[in-house]
């Protein structure tokens, strides 16, 4: 990265702070911009023109292989420092973007859940799937529940500044009582409810990603799913219990009933009664 671009990047870190863009987009946001920096090599980025920076996505994609997401997170990047930091109001307007790969969500079976969550043996790493299923639950917000959260006389939790930096209220299961209650008599958590091992601040999301891992393995569950399938497994298991869709959607905090028209796709909900021509055929062949 040359220096007038080290700059560049330093400035983008700095309003990325300003403006109050979570972590994470912090995160991804200056890691893609140091990616498109580094490549530029003596190139300035502040002379970039649209034309220019339709050939370097072309290079992207033809040249380095990249995904249709990572393209997509790449120009998120370069569409805040030239229309933030630059102040070139719709600079990307007339670029296009690739298509997103249609993915259905990876869902576990109740069973597998019953089976397989509620018989992990360590009571932290029980109760900490328990809950992130239970409530529908993003692996950072499971991680970030404090408990002064917990409403039990309402027998609710509440999400502080989830994704988009929406607070929520999530009614809890009354049947995660009892795993809840012998978690807390046995580890004591000061505030996090799931503390790291330090006991001075809350458990890792890579840790509880590892939690889960290490379940789906036991499970015999691809390597396809992660701890966010058990979000996607809420929302559909919901779906197939007869829960209006528009209330999952506040449920989950999605913005767009779109996102959550998703879990439709995977639902068996409308198409356990419905016969399948094979079985029709054999069933009227046996009469």
């Known amino acids: 990265m040359n220096f007038e671009n080290e700059v560049e990047w330093n400035k983008t870190a ?24 580094t490549d530029l090599r003596h190139e300035k980025a502040v002379d970039f023109t649209v034309e220019r920076i339709s050939k370097y996505l072309i290079w992207c994609s033809e040249t380095l292989h990249l995904t249709e997401n990572t393209i997509h997170s790449r120009m998120n990047a370069l569409k805040f420092y030239y229309e933030q930091l630059l ?23 109740e069973e597998k859940i019953l089976a397989g969550i509620i018989t992990v043996e360590n009571l932290k790493h029980r109760t900490l799937l328990l809950l992130a299923y239970s409530c529908g639950l993003r692996v950072s917000e499971a991680v970030g529940v404090q408990i002064s959260n917990i409403d039990r006389d309402r027998m609710q939790m509440f999400i502080h500044q989830g994704k988009g930096k929406k607070d ?16 807390l008599e046995t580890y004591k958590p000061a505030k996090w409810l799931f503390e790291n091992q330090e006991r001075n601040g809350p458990y890792s999301s890579r840790a509880a ?8 393995e036991r499970m015999g569950l691809p390597k ?19 829960i209006d869709i528009s209330l999952i959607q506040k449920l ?12 439709t796709h995977v639902s068996n909900r409308h198409v356990k009664g419905i016969e399948n021509p094979l079985d029709a055929i054999l069933r009227k062949n046996r009469r």
């Open 209 to 216: 990603q590892k939690v889960f891992q290490d379940a789906a």
């Open 14 to 37: 700095d309003l990325l702070i300003l403006k109050g863009y979570s972590k994470a987009t912090q995160r991804t946001y200056l890691n893609e911009l140091k990616r498109f920096f």
């Open 252 to 263: 989950l905090g999605h913005n767009d009933i779109r996102t959550t028209l998703r879990y």
């Open 224 to 242: 396809s799913v992660s701890f966010h399938s058990l979000r996607h497994s809420y929302a559909t298991h919901m779906l197939e219990n007869g």
């Open 87 to 109: 102040k070139r109001e719709k600079f990307f307007m007339d670029l296009p973007r690739p298509k997103k790969r249609q993915q259905l969500p990876k869902v576990i079976s």
């Open 168 to 183: 929520r209220v999530i009614p809890m299961a009354i049947s995660l009582m009892p795993f809840l209650d012998a978690y």
